[in-house]
Nanobody
Framework: QVQLVESGGGLVQPGGSLRLSCVAS????????MGWYRQAPGKQRDVVAH???????NYADSVKGRFTISRDNAKNAVYLQMNRLEPEDTAVYYC????????????????WGQGTQVTVSS
C-alpha cells in the first residue's frame, strides 16, 4: 500500500557531494517523522539524520556540518544533501518514514525504502 523509493546514490570522490531523494507513495493519510539510515558491510544499520513533521532535524555526530536533511511535505519527499563526503560514508543508505495510511483503523507504522548505494572512493 505504501512505497518509499530512493534515488541519487552513486560513486563519488572524497570531498564530493551527492543528494539523495526519497518519495513516498500509496494510500498515505499523514507522514510523521522521516529519516535516513545507512549500513556499511558487516555493520549494523545506523541513523544518519532524522526530521520531524515540524522540520526539526537531528544528525549523527559523524555527519554534522556536512549533511543536511530536508523534506517537502507537499511531495511526500525527504532529501539528504551530502557534502565533503569521506570514504567512511560508504554504505547503503535507506529512507525511513513513519506513516499513517488511509486505513485509520490501523495505527502509524514504519516504512523503509529499498536502499541506494553510496560509494566514496578515489
Amino acid at each position: 500500500q505504501v512505497q518509499l523509493v530512493e534515488s541519487g546514490g552513486g560513486l563519488v570522490q572524497p570531498g564530493g557531494s551527492l543528494r539523495l531523494s526519497c518519495v513516498a507513495s500509496g494510500s498515505i493519510f499523514s507522514i510523521y517523522a522521516m529519516g535516513w539510515y545507512r549500513q556499511a558491510p558487516g555493520k549494523q544499520r545506523d541513523v544518519v539524520a532524522h526530521i520531524a513533521s515540524g522540520s526539526t532535524a537531528n544528525y549523527a555526530d559523524s555527519v554534522k556540518g556536512r549533511f543536511t536533511i530536508s523534506r517537502d511535505n507537499a511531495k511526500n519527499a525527504v532529501y539528504l544533501q551530502m557534502n565533503r563526503l569521506e570514504p567512511e560514508d560508504t554504505a547503503v543508505y535507506y529512507c525511513n518514514a513513519v506513516i499513517q495510511t488511509s486505513d485509520l483503523s490501523v495505527g502509524a507504522n514504519d516504512y523503509w525504502g529499498q536502499g541506494t548505494q553510496v560509494t566514496v572512493s578515489s
